[in-house]
């Protein structure tokens, strides 16, 4: 079978598509990073998804909404096909290219189209995250790291200089050096 291109509709979460905000996480150093993003689907999509041989496991979820599946594209390729790395192509309601600058990040809540390639492999079917069209736009709001903003450090001092931190004891006379005091 050649490469197939799937549609799979639903709720998009956690929407890392651009070079600013893609995933940089330990896992993905050799690829320079990933693109990722999770898909929250009605039960009906997801089948949909399965019947067409992606081995990919969802997570139900916790609200009863569907089943969520993150897909996920490194931003590079260790063999430099083109094809296989890079961001997504990310679209507009309308079909035209999403402009980062123009219509911002992608909000978690928005409605979208994800565009998955299904291809053969020795091990089964593989899949690749090839595009992300944004239905209805939710306004990302977030600056990320979950915290409240910036620290607002006090004077602890109460116009005192800072103690010297106290000075280490002296190591015991109880041991001999090289042995385990344990």
């Keep these: 079978m050649a490469t197939e291109t799937i549609e799979l509709t639903g709720t998009i979460e956690w929407a890392k598509l651009f070079e600013s905000n893609r ?6 150093v050799e690829t320079d990073g990933a693109t990722t993003v999770t898909l929250l689907m009605e039960d009906d999509v997801f089948k949909a998804m399965k019947d067409a041989g992606v081995r990919k496991q969802g997570k139900p979820d916790p609200e009863g ?4 599946v993150t897909f996920k594209r490194a931003w590079k390729d260790r063999f430099d096909r083109p094809w296989a790395a890079g961001p997504p192509v990310v679209y507009t309601p309308a079909g035209s290219v999403w402009s980062e600058d123009g219509d911002g990040l992608i909000g978690n809540g928005s ?3 994800v565009y998955l390639d299904v291809y053969d492999t020795k091990m089964g079917k593989g899949c690749r995250l090839n595009g992300v069209q944004v ?6 709001e977030g600056g990320g790291g979950g915290g409240g903003g910036p620290v607002k450090p006090r004077d602890y001092t109460q116009g005192q ?3 010297a931190p106290a000075k280490a004891a002296p190591p015991s006379a109880k041991f001999a050096p090289g042995d385990l005091p344990f």
């Design 23 to 28: 995933d940089n996480g330990e896992y993905d």
């Design 65 to 68: 909404r569907g089943t969520r």
């Design 111 to 113: 409605v979208g189209v």
């Design 135 to 140: 239905i209805d736009h939710v306004v990302f």
């Design 161 to 163: 200089p800072a103690a």
